[in-house]
DNA sequence: CTCCAGGAGATAT
DNA sequence: ATATCTCCTGGA
C-alpha cells in the first residue's frame, strides 16, 4: 500500500479509555475544534501540533496513527486527546449524581472531551466564529491555512501564526470571504505581533486575568474568549454561552428572564470548576437531541 | 427576494 | 446596565 509510505501503524490506549464513537465523533467536529475532517465513516484526518494524524473507531475503541515523517509521541496525542485520569476525575466532580440534565448528558455522550488545542489556532478559529456554521468556519480556515501556511502533507496545511497573519491586509482578507471578521483577524494580528510573548503567557494566568487580557482584542467578546480559553488554553471554567447554551440553560434549568451575568453565576455555582466540560455535554446533547423528551 | 445565523462594537436610552 | 442596529456572507 502507498499509504504505508507516510503512515505509521494504528495504536490504541488500555485499557479503555471512554470515547464512544458518537462522543468521539463529537468531540472532533462539534463544533470545539476546525481542523478535523471526516475521510470515511468513524475515521478522521486532522493535526496534533504540527503533525498530521488519523482517528478511528474500530472494534469499538479508538485508534490512532501518526504522519512517519514527524516524530509525535503517543503522549502528545493522549494530552491533545485528554485520556490521562484527569478525564475521568474531572466527570466524577460534574453534578450529575443531583442534575438529571446532566445525567443525561453524560449517558448519551460517554467520553465527551474538551481537546488540548493550541492557543494562537484557536484564537484565530474564534474570531472567525461569528454568525458562521461549523462548515462555514472550517471552508475559511482552510483557504487561509492553504494560502499562507507551511503543507504538511497532501491537502493539510498548518496554522500560518499570528506573524504571517499580520502581514495580511484587511482587505486581502476580505477576499478570502472573512467579511467583517478580517477586521477583527487584520487589528488582532497587529496587537499580538507587537506584544511579544503576551499570547503565549495567557495560559500561566489565573482565568480572570487571562480573559480580561484577551477582551483587549477586537473581536474578542465574552463569549470568544470563554471559547478560546476553554479550547485552547486548558481553562476548564469557562463557560462559554452562545445563543444555544443560552437557549439551553432557560429550558432545561428554568432561567427564563435571567440576564446573561445570573446565567453566568448559575453556571459557575451549579457545574463547579469544570463548567466547560458540562457546557461542551450539554451543548452536544442539545444539538442531538438528546434532551427534547425530559 | 427576505431573513437570519454558535457575536462584537457602537450608539441610544 | 440594557436594548437595538449594523456588519459580510451564504444558506434556508
Known amino acids: 500500500m502507498k499509504t504505508e509510505k507516510f503512515w505509521g501503524s494504528w495504536f490504541a490506549f488500555k485499557p479503555d479509555n471512554l470515547f464512544s464513537s458518537l462522543s468521539l465523533e463529537e468531540t472532533l467536529v462539534g463544533g470545539q475544534c476546525f481542523d478535523w475532517h471526516e475521510i470515511a465513516r468513524f475515521h478522521w484526518r486532522g493535526k496534533v501540533g504540527k503533525a498530521v494524524v488519523e482517528c478511528r473507531w474500530k472494534n469499538e475503541r479508538a485508534e490512532w496513527r501518526c504522519d512517519k515523517k514527524i516524530s509525535l509521541s503517543e503522549d502528545q496525542i493522549a494530552n491533545y486527546f485528554w485520556l490521562d485520569e484527569d478525564y475521568g476525575k474531572a466527570l466524577n466532580e460534574l453534578p450529575w449524581r443531583s442534575d438529571a440534565v446532566?445525567?443525561?448528558?453524560?449517558?448519551?455522550?460517554?467520553?465527551?472531551?474538551?481537546?488540548?488545542?493550541?492557543?494562537?489556532?484557536?484564537l484565530f478559529f474564534f474570531?472567525?466564529?461569528s454568525a458562521k456554521s461549523i462548515p462555514q468556519i472550517q471552508a475559511i480556515g482552510k483557504t487561509v491555512f492553504q494560502k499562507y501556511g507551511?503543507?504538511?502533507?497532501?491537502?493539510?496545511?498548518?496554522f500560518p501564526g499570528w506573524e504571517r497573519l499580520s502581514e495580511i491586509s484587511e482587505s486581502e482578507l476580505r477576499s478570502l470571504k472573512l467579511g467583517y471578521r478580517a477586521k477583527?483577524?487584520?487589528?488582532?494580528?497587529q496587537i499580538i505581533v507587537s506584544r511579544k510573548g503576551w499570547l503565549e503567557?495567557?495560559?500561566?494566568?489565573?482565568?480572570?486575568?487571562?480573559?480580561?487580557?484577551?477582551?483587549?482584542?477586537p473581536g474578542v467578546g465574552e463569549k470568544v474568549a470563554d471559547c478560546v480559553l476553554l479550547f485552547g488554553g486548558n481553562f476548564l471554567e469557562a463557560f462559554p454561552i452562545d445563543t444555544w447554551i443560552e437557549k439551553s440553560m432557560e429550558k432545561r434549568y428554568c432561567l427564563h428572564g435571567w440576564n446573561s451575568n445570573q446565567k453566568i453565576h448559575f453556571a459557575r455555582i451549579h457545574f463547579g470548576k469544570f463548567a466547560g466540560l458540562a457546557q461542551q455535554f450539554l451543548f452536544s446533547a442539545e444539538?442531538?437531541?438528546?434532551?427534547e423528551d425530559l
Open 102 to 122: 446532566l445525567k443525561k448528558c453524560l449517558e448519551n455522550l460517554k467520553g465527551l472531551r474538551i481537546l488540548r488545542q493550541p492557543l494562537d489556532q484557536t
Open 127 to 129: 474570531l472567525l466564529s
Open 150 to 158: 507551511e503543507r504538511l502533507l497532501e491537502d493539510i496545511y498548518a
Open 184 to 189: 477583527y483577524v487584520a487589528k488582532s494580528a
Open 201 to 217: 503567557s495567557i495560559p500561566e494566568l489565573s482565568y480572570e486575568k487571562a480573559k480580561k487580557e484577551l477582551l483587549c482584542l
Open 287 to 291: 444539538r442531538l437531541g438528546f434532551l
